[in-house]
């Protein structure tokens, strides 16, 4: 099987994680994409819980289960939550699928941070979506919308439903575990 594996801290995962999904999906030899929310941010980026954002993500997958899965890999990966933790400890658990990494254009400028970045690429092919905002010859496709989980978090606690911005099964799971409270 071939597989995409679409990390991110997805605090919360909205449309712009949705789309970027569906494109890989629709254009790449991809038979399915997997969300993988980070469990520890590498760079001490806050989070709201683990089980809270798999829940977040699952919801996001409601009506493309068949093709859009999460994986909750990153939780069982001893480590510092860097990519190449995450792939040297599930390309064994999946000998016969063949992974690719799917980042977008936004982040080319932090890969010097990443840690092991040529053995990433030697593990898995990387596939760079265009961002709206952040164009780059390196990437594909048409820019995907710049959507910011700060914003939508934001607009949370200020009591705002980001509607356009977030699946309604998404906005659901927020409220039933009254995620990003009110200031």
């Given at each position: 099987?071939?597989?995409?594996?679409?990390?991110?801290?997805?605090?919360?995962?909205?449309?712009?994680?949705?789309?970027?999904?569906?494109?890989?999906?629709?254009?790449?030899?991809?038979?399915?994409?997997?969300?993988?929310?980070?469990?520890?941010?590498?760079?001490?980026?806050?989070?709201?819980?683990?089980?809270?954002?798999?829940?977040?993500?699952?919801?996001?997958?409601?009506?493309?289960?068949?093709?859009?899965?999460?994986?909750?890999?990153?939780?069982?990966?001893?480590?510092?939550?860097?990519?190449?933790?995450?792939?040297?400890?599930?390309?064994?658990?999946?000998?016969?699928?063949?992974?690719?990494?799917?980042?977008?254009?936004?982040?080319?400028?932090?890969?010097?941070?990443?840690?092991?970045?040529?053995?990433?690429q030697a593990l898995v092919q990387v596939t760079v979506?265009?961002?709206?905002?952040?164009?780059?010859?390196?990437?594909?496709?048409?820019?995907?919308?710049?959507?910011?989980?700060?914003?939508?978090?934001?607009?949370?606690?200020?009591?705002?439903?980001?509607?356009?911005?977030?699946?309604?099964?998404?906005?659901?799971?927020?409220?039933?575990?009254k995620l990003y409270p009110r200031r």
């Amino acid at each position: 099987m071939n597989v995409a594996l679409l990390g991110g801290s997805f605090n919360p995962p909205h449309v712009g994680h949705l789309l970027a999904a569906m494109y890989v999906r629709s254009t790449l030899p991809v038979d399915q994409v997997w969300l993988v929310p980070s469990f520890h941010h590498p760079f001490g980026k806050a989070l709201a819980p683990f089980e809270d954002r798999v829940a977040m993500c699952e919801a996001l997958t409601v009506d493309s289960k068949e093709w859009l899965k999460v994986s909750r890999a990153e939780s069982q990966v001893q480590g510092e939550g860097r990519t190449i933790e995450l792939l040297e400890w599930l390309l064994p658990q999946h000998p016969h699928d063949t992974f690719r990494w799917i980042i977008g254009s936004d982040i080319l400028a932090d890969l010097p941070k990443w840690k092991a970045w040529d053995r990433i690429q030697a593990l898995v092919q990387v596939t760079v979506l265009q961002r709206s905002g952040y164009p780059s010859d390196q990437a594909i496709g048409p820019p995907i919308p710049e959507v910011s989980s700060t914003q939508i978090r934001k607009a949370l606690e200020e009591g705002r439903e980001p509607t356009a911005l977030v699946p309604r099964p998404v906005l659901q799971v927020i409220s039933e575990r009254k995620l990003y409270p009110r200031r």
